[in-house]
């Protein structure tokens, strides 16, 4: 009866994952993920080099898209690809992930869906110009929860979850688990060997910042201080505050703009 259902819910997510929709939802969503890495990457590096103040994130690279002359357009093409993105994501969490069956990926797609909803949500405040400093809300959110009993526990917790996805994707990139998720007998050699080192640099990369966010998040739980939490600005500030901390920031920089090289690779070359 088990096997039954399972095949079941496989054939369903076959069938959500092999429409038109699904397919458009997909590849709006993997590009638009792909330019917010090479946006936040680039405001890295010019952060980096001291060439800019913004924060080092989502939402420093959006304000900076939105002063741009093509801003506008921009942004909403964004918040459209993050809304596909939460959307595509969202129709794994219910009809199940083709080729992963079981709960665990479900929930994957579902923490994804929820965290491009919020950057959907981010982009159309900025463009509304209510947009607050993302990494002052997540040290307020961080404070408030603090405040409550037990909540330090959940703070580390949430950090150290945070620390072991990032070691899963630095796991991911040096194994290259990420090769069985693209098509890649429609590559040319050369090209497929492009793709996987990119795929690789970046993807350990950004679990390099992802364990450092992770880091601060259980630093501001073991000395009661939301300061030390933050997202990938403040990892990145971390970096730069250490020896040679200049030069290491940058390449953390340029790994996550390599990362959104990649996710456009993905949008183009992904099984979906």
Request: glycine share 12%; aromatic share 8%; charged share 15%.
């Amino acid at each position: 009866m088990h096997s039954l259902s399972s095949q079941r819910a496989t054939r369903s997510a076959r069938r959500a994952s092999h429409s038109p929709a699904a397919h458009f939802l997909a590849r709006a969503g993997l590009t638009a993920r792909g330019v917010i890495y090479i946006l936040v990457g680039w405001v890295a590096v010019l952060v980096a080099l001291g060439h800019s103040s913004r924060e080092a994130d989502q939402q420093g690279a959006l304000q900076m898209l939105a002063g741009k002359p093509y801003g506008l357009v921009s942004l909403w093409l964004l918040a459209i690809g993050f809304a596909a993105y939460a959307l595509w994501r969202l129709s794994e969490a219910a009809f199940g992930v083709s080729g992963e069956p079981g709960t665990g990926p479900r929930l994957k797609s579902l923490a994804r869906a929820v965290i491009y909803a919020f950057l959907c949500y981010l982009a159309v405040s900025v463009i509304a110009g209510k947009a607050g400093s993302q990494s002052g809300k997540q040290q307020d959110f961080t404070a408030s929860v603090m405040h409550h009993p037990a909540g330090r526990i959940l703070v580390g917790v949430v950090g150290l979850i945070v620390v072991v996805c990032g070691i899963a994707l630095v796991i991911e990139g040096a194994r290259k688990k990420f090769m069985k998720h693209l098509e890649t007998s429609r590559m040319k050699p050369e090209t497929r060997r492009a793709v996987k080192l990119l795929g690789m640099t970046g993807t350990i990369a950004r679990g390099v910042v992802f364990g450092l966010v992770g880091i601060g998040i259980i630093a501001a739980a073991v000395t009661h201080k939301a300061s030390e939490s933050g997202g990938i600005d403040k990892a990145l500030l971390t970096v730069r505050n250490q020896p040679f901390g200049e030069f290491l920031m940058l390449l953390a920089a340029l790994g996550l703009v390599i990362f959104g090289i990649y996710g456009l690779c993905e949008a183009r070359w992904r099984k979906v």
